[in-house]
Structures are given as structure tokens and as C-alpha cells.
């Protein structure tokens, strides 16, 4: 069974202050990892997909990177803007079946 | 990106009565859409598949005649809740797959209370 653990629940960071949200996997036949963030009452929304180790994208303040056992969701000098659920799922196979973690709350104070 | 509609926001029914929500894809055809589950800071949980033109495949412990499916047309999908009771009340979310780029793009969401 594929599963996703997001670390941590939650993170604090003043503004300005850089750091990683952590997202470990266990599938067999990966097929691709997404970052999604969620605003309160919102669905989420698309920030990145990686398809293989080694692999990195860049958005603005975010960098995800992928490794065959977890991805990374690095954010650097975030800003109050920047404050949401962080979420990563994953799938395998043809059916775009996706498998989320349950996220991290990130509070960015001003 | 992609715009995937999904309304309404929110409902509030009574318990017994049947509530539809609906999912459109604004810009781009989906021939597959997702319905998802939701609970106060749990994981997105999926429902089931919906296939344009077939009937939906449903996720183990899904019951499929309480959450009606149908897709009807490509850029359009709807979830129907029949006899809701309390135990409903959740947040539902759907997402279309844009097979271009085959990126799964959701909607807003719709908070359903069942009182």
C-alpha cells in the first residue's frame, strides 16, 4: 500500500526565515510526486511535479527536490503570503490515482 | 493553468435530503475526473474515478449508490450525495485530469453540512 508521511504537522517561521518541509513516500513504481499548497476552504493548488531522483524545480520562494525516498519543499525567505497547507502526493501507474499525505501547516509571521 | 470549477462553496441541508455538486473544466476537455473526501486536517481521500461516458470506479468502502457519480460530457462531472445524514457533512473536492500535460488540477471545493 503507498504511503505518504508529511513532517512536520506544522512549522512556524518569522519572515524571512528559511526552511524545508519534509515528504517521505513508499510506492512501488513511482510515477510522479506533486507539491500542491491549500488555502483554508480552498482545493489545492498545483506547484510542481517531479518525476525522478535528482530531479528539482523552482517557483518564486519554493524549491522542490525528490530523492527515491522522500522530496523536499524548501522555502526561503518566505513571507506571511506564503502561509498555507502544504501538500505532497504521489501515483503510480496509469490512472493518476493520487495519494496525499496529510500536509503541513505552514504560519510565516510578519 | 488550468481552471476547474466546482460549485456550490457550500451547502447546508437537512438530514434525508439528496445534494449535488457539480465540477466543470473551464478551459480544458477531462476525460477523467476525481471526487475527494476531505475531513478537518486529514489527508484528501479518494472517492472515486469518473470516466466520461462510464460508470465511475469507486474506492474500497465507498458506498457507490450514497455518492452518485455521473459524467456526462468532457468537461463535466457531478457528485450527488444521496439521503445525507451528519456523518456526510464533510469537505468535497473534485480534479480533472488535462491530458496534455497530464497535470490534475482542483476544483475549490464545496463544504457540505448535514444537519
Known amino acids: 500500500e503507498d504511503q505518504v508521511t508529511q513532517s512536520p504537522e506544522a512549522l512556524r517561521l518569522q519572515e524571512g526565515e528559511s526552511s524545508s518541509l519534509n515528504c517521505s513516500y513508499t510506492?512501488?513504481?513511482?510515477?510522479?510526486l506533486f507539491w500542491y499548497r491549500q488555502d483554508p476552504g480552498k482545493g489545492p493548488e498545483f506547484l510542481f511535479t517531479l518525476y525522478s531522483a535528482g530531479e528539482e524545480k523552482e517557483k518564486e520562494r519554493l524549491k522542490a527536490t525528490l530523492t527515491k525516498k522522500e522530496s523536499f519543499l524548501h522555502i526561503t525567505a518566505p513571507k506571511p503570503e506564503d502561509s498555507a497547507t502544504y501538500l505532497c502526493a504521489v501515483h503510480r501507474g496509469s490512472n493518476y490515482k493520487l495519494t496525499f499525505g496529510k500536509g503541513t501547516l505552514l504560519t510565516v509571521n510578519p | 493553468g488550468a481552471v476547474v470549477s466546482q460549485h456550490p462553496s457550500w451547502v447546508i441541508c437537512k438530514s434525508g435530503t439528496s445534494v449535488k455538486i457539480e465540477c466543470r473544466s473551464l478551459?480544458?476537455?477531462?476525460?477523467?475526473m476525481f471526487w475527494y473526501r476531505q475531513f478537518p486536517k486529514q489527508s484528501l481521500m479518494l472517492m472515486a474515478t469518473?470516466?466520461?461516458?462510464?460508470?465511475?470506479?469507486?474506492e474500497q468502502g465507498v458506498e457507490k449508490d450514497k455518492f452518485l457519480i455521473n459524467h456526462a460530457s468532457l468537461t463535466l462531472s457531478t457528485l450527488t450525495v444521496t439521503s445525507a445524514h451528519p456523518e456526510d457533512s464533510s469537505f468535497y473536492i473534485c480534479?480533472?485530469?488535462?491530458?496534455?500535460?497530464?497535470?490534475?488540477?482542483f476544483g475549490s471545493g464545496t463544504q457540505l453540512s448535514v444537519l
Open positions: 469518473s470516466n466520461e461516458g462510464s460508470k465511475a470506479t469507486y
Open positions: 480534479s480533472a485530469m488535462k491530458n496534455v500535460d497530464e497535470k490534475l488540477f
Open positions: 478551459d480544458f476537455q477531462a476525460t477523467t
Open positions: 510506492v512501488s513504481g513511482l510515477r510522479g
